[in-house]
């Protein structure tokens, strides 16, 4: 019996993006090893001309409403794909472009960095138009590859090789409990695409099985208790692999949540709000009041990360399209903020060599511009208005509130308070001690580049964010139909300016 | 996927598998066997110190490995599931056409760009 | 008589896997292991995937346990003489999964056959290899490319990772 494949234009129409990512990543690497005297710069700039092609394509995409299934379902393309996909590739152009300076400082093996960049972003972008287990499973450990190269990349640095050991450990074990939970929901139904799944009887193997999977994608997300690599592996990674690692999968796997919630465990809404109730109140405290203690800004970024996880898991324990809509117009404020906050990082470490908070002492009397920055940026972490992050947190919380989860959001208010304060420490530390050192520093054009796009952001989203409100409301239209109260699309009345 | 004919004549297809398997085993286990039998058997502490050119050895025989093995026997690795997947792909190639051949070419094309770039990397050097 | 092969297989890959993690000598564990790879071949060839038991003794028989031996040599493992610290942890741990395993299985026999994948439609008369080459490079297209992307992330990574930097400024 021969089973035929049909690939018309129009299917391959919808791998475009990837296919035309692929294509580039193969010059770069041609163009690393073809021409060894050229000065690795370029690639990055290559790059990042690849990536913007692969965005338009992608605006393209949204804009026309291209859409459908390719391969039995395995492969889908629908708005949700497209934002996750513009998502990842706008995060990947700005940390190549932080990450140039850094990767001078490199002796060999520069070119390969943007290659690996390369390749964990088109790994995410599978990523976020996978529709069956299988595909969650391949795409999940393609795009973590490239991480655990590039976690390691700094062979010379102990903290380099100890945060690659034990992300890669971490990391190959959840892919096991990944595998194991995927082989028990296979067992039970028979089948692996997310709508083929949902099945209205809960059997042992079934539950098991998907606690598995959550554990895995919770293992990528970082959530509470499956967070233990993230501060380590933060703290010793290059600084722009931490920034790119702080973002991207995070995203990628919250398409997969999405889609498995939303979609294949439908039927069983009020047994996992519970679940991920618990997953957020422990994710929000435990990252907060770990993040008060900390020295190091990588770490510190880390913790508060770790909390901003558990702010976005308050959207997925909604359950609703309002959850949805608030999931993703919060990761977009995060894409920002933290991106932002992580230029200034690696700007700081490149010209003074450290990532200890101490040194950031007097950051306003060497560089008013990027103390300013970091303020911004941290500001709208913490929720402040008029920035982005309170539209963020704001949204997260009525869909909760929809729903009557109210003790999560007290846990989630005070939260708020807990977190301000070790923002508020850093911008202290920058305003108001004396620097050590009181040179002023400058930074290079392709980081004032992120930085402005960062600043830019932030503050366009918390004074303007109707239109992003539109496009994440859009990208979930196929969840109208979800249990929970009406979903209009909401336009939120703002306290300035509304 | 519970086949048609019983698992025994199924099975007995590898039957000249295990023959060879168990003659290959046979052969090592019983020519030790027999010389542990028929030796004559006559210890001594002179016979019985460790042969060294002489003198005691003093520490375990292991030297820093290189690295370069590793290297060779990850390469290895992933060339042989290069194969493995070319496998099943010559047995249906009849059946899957020209789509099947483009799929192929654009596998083995990425294969082709993983070798040259080992080999413009010096990874394939061996000193 | 086939339950005699399938004892046979599962009784030797269990107790070899146990031996892998209770030797203590990492080389004796590593032999331990190909001979539970080639069990599990066999288990696959009583399963009619001939093809799959082939791959088995190729690729993990063959490259991976010659990655660990080679792994194991590098770092020079010696005999460990104690078992690591965190073994009750580690025992009660695997009690837990063993019990969720054993309730999985007889729940199953108790509840009635469970849902199976559809098996009828493969001719038997094909053979393995041709089954999925067949599935493989039609259906499942997406996974194969996607591997092979994994494959080129991988050489390029141990590159990266193993290779002397001997070369480039």
Same mark, same amino acid.
């Given at each position: 019996m021969t089973f035929t494949l049909t690939l018309s234009g129009a299917d391959l129409l919808l791998l475009l993006p990837e296919m035309l990512l692929t294509v580039w990543l193969c010059v770069v690497l041609t163009m690393d090893f073809a021409m &060894?005297?050229? &000065?690795?710069d370029r690639l990055a700039y290559l790059s990042v001309a690849g990536l913007a092609g692969v965005l338009a394509n992608l605006v393209w995409f949204d804009l026309a409403g291209i859409g459908g299934t390719l391969f039995a379902h395995m492969f889908v393309v629908d708005r949700l794909a497209v934002f996750f996909k513009i998502f990842i590739v706008g995060t990947t152009i700005l940390v190549i472009l932080a990450s140039v300076d850094y990767v001078?400082? %490199?002796?060999? %093996?520069k070119g390969e960095y943007y290659f690996l960049v390369l390749m964990s972003a088109l790994g995410m972008m599978f990523m976020a138009s996978a529709n069956d287990l299988l595909s969650v499973f391949i795409t999940l450990e393609f795009s973590t590859f490239g991480f655990y190269v590039l976690v390691a *990349? +700094? @062979?010379?640095?102990v903290a380099s090789n100890e945060a690659g050991l034990k992300f890669f450990i971490l990391g190959v074990f959840a892919a096991g409990l990944l595998a194991y939970g995927i082989s028990l929901v296979y067992g039970e139904t028979g089948k692996l695409v997310f709508s083929d799944i949902a099945s209205p009887s809960a059997t042992p193997g079934l539950v098991i099985g998907f606690l598995l999977i959550f554990a895995a994608l919770g293992f990528k997300i970082g959530a509470v208790p499956f967070h233990s690599w993230i501060p380590d592996t933060y703290h010793g990674a290059p600084t722009p692999v931490t920034a790119f690692l702080s973002i991207a999968p995070k995203g990628a796997a919250f398409a997969i949540l999405i889609r498995m919630f939303f979609v294949s465990l439908a039927a069983f809404k009020p047994a996992w709000v519970l679940l991920l109730v618990g997953a957020s109140i422990l994710s929000m405290t435990y990252g907060n009041i770990v993040a008060i203690?900390?020295?190091n800004i990588k770490r510190l970024l880390a913790y508060s990360g770790i909390a901003q996880i558990g702010n976005i898991l308050i959207g997925l324990a909604a359950g609703t399209k309002m959850g949805g809509d608030a999931i993703l117009f919060y990761l977009l404020t995060y894409l920002f903020a933290n991106l932002g906050a992580f230029a200034i990082v690696i700007a700081v470490g490149n010209l003074i060599r450290s990532d200890e908070i !101490?040194? *950031?002492?007097g950051l306003n009397r060497r560089s008013p511009f990027l103390a300013f920055a970091m303020l911004v940026f941290l500001l709208s972490l913490a929720g402040v208005? &008029?920035?982005a992050g309170f539209i963020g947190k704001l949204y997260i919380f009525l869909a909760a509130i929809d729903e009557g989860l109210y003790t999560l959001i007290a846990v989630g208010l005070i939260n708020i308070v807990i977190s301000m304060y070790y923002y508020l420490v850093v911008v202290k530390k920058m305003y108001i001690n004396e620097p050590t050192d009181p040179s002023p520093l400058t930074i290079s054009p392709p980081m004032k580049v992120v930085v402005y796009a960062g600043l830019a952001g932030t503050l366009f989203l918390g004074i303007y964010p109707q239109p992003a409100i539109n496009w994440v409301v859009a990208a979930t239209l196929? %969840?109208?139909? +979800?249990? #929970? =109260?009406?979903a209009a699309a909401p336009t939120l009345v703002l306290p300035i300016g509304g | 996927m519970t086949g048609s004919e019983p698992l025994l004549d199924y099975l007995g297809r590898y039957f000249s598998i295990v023959l060879f398997i168990g003659i290959a085993l046979a052969f090592g286990v019983v020519t030790l066997l027999i010389s542990y039998l028929v030796q004559p058997k006559y210890p001594e502490a002179e016979k019985l110190s460790p042969y060294e050119c002489g003198s005691e050895p003093f520490?375990?025989? @292991?030297?820093? %490995? =290189? $690295?370069r093995y590793y290297i060779f026997a990850m390469l290895f690795v992933i060339f042989d599931i290069e194969v493995i997947f070319l496998y099943p792909w010559a047995v249906v190639f009849d059946k899957i056409g020209l789509v099947g051949l483009v799929e192929m070419l654009v596998f083995i094309g990425l294969f082709l760009m993983a070798y040259v770039y080992a080999w413009k990397k010096g990874a394939l050097e061996w000193d | 008589m086939e339950l005699f092969f399938f004892y046979y297989l599962a009784g030797v890959i269990i107790l070899t896997a146990l031996l892998v993690v209770a030797l203590r000598n990492p080389i004796y564990s590593a032999l331990s292991l190909l001979i539970m790879f080639f069990h599990v071949a066999g288990l696959y060839v009583t399963l009619h995937a001939e093809f799959l038991a082939a791959v088995q003794v190729i690729v *993990?028989? #063959?490259?991976i346990l010659v990655l660990y031996l080679f792994v194991v040599m590098l770092l020079n493992v010696k005999r460990e003489d104690r078992y690591h610290p965190q073994f009750p942890i580690g025992a009660f741990l695997g009690l837990v999964i063993i019990t969720e395993v054993l309730l999985l299985a007889f729940r199953r026999s108790e509840s009635g056959t469970p849902p199976m994948p &559809?098996? #009828?439609? $493969?001719? !038997?008369? $094909? #053979?393995n290899t041709e089954t999925i080459g067949d599935v493989l490079y039609t259906t499942y297209l997406f996974p194969f490319e996607v591997a092979s992307l994994i494959l080129l992330v991988a050489m390029i990574g141990a590159i990266v990772l193993a290779k002397r930097d001997l070369f480039e400024a």
């Open positions: &060894p005297r050229l &000065p690795k001078r400082r %490199f002796r060999f %093996f *990349y +700094l @062979r010379d640095d203690a900390q020295r !101490e040194d *950031y002492n208005p &008029p920035l196929m %969840f109208s139909n +979800l249990a #929970g =109260p009406a | 520490s375990d025989a @292991r030297m820093p %490995f =290189p $690295v | *993990y028989a #063959g490259a &559809p098996a #009828g439609s $493969v001719a !038997e008369a $094909v #053979g």
